[in-house]
């Protein structure tokens, strides 16, 4: 099956398909309630199955999460996109499988992640070459602190204990 997503205007989008989620055949994101995961056309996407990531990220509050943990340095005067969504970005890169950040650079022309992600926050290749370069040892050890997060969050979630792990 392929995935396709559109955006729709909200004002088409009633409360009652805004908590409904039945098939993947229509998928109304809670990240986004302006775009929908269809199977009936509409801007198309190859890399449509991130949109299924980004609502998973956001149904697990990874946006809250990465906040709390990483004290990334940003002392930037002109920007458009924070430290934490150059970091969402580049997740969503290695996520799909794209080896070059440069990729970054096809994704801000992708309807389908631009209305996903919000146009203001898609990042090009340069962005994300300076981010690499802002980063200091210590930000090692906030992703350190953010991946137990989201590995403690798994176990709570499964019912298991984190501590046999330690």
Known sequence: MRLYAKAE???TITKARLHTISTLTSLSLQCNTNVTVTADGGQLSN?????????FLHRINFRQLA?????L???RRFWKASMIDIF???LLLDVAGYLHDSSANDWQRDPVLAATLGSSRLVS?????RFFKRLEDADLDDFRKLIWQVAALAFRLSGQSASCWI
Request: contains cysteine; hydrophobic residues 30%; glycine residues 4%.
């Open 9 to 11: 205007s909200t004002k």
């Open 47 to 55: 890399d449509a199955g991130l949109v299924l990531f980004q609502e």
């Open 67 to 71: 906040n709390q943990c990483l004290k």
């Open 73 to 75: 340095p940003d002392q």
């Open 88 to 90: 969402l970005e580049k």
């Open 125 to 129: 290749q340069p962005s994300l070459s």
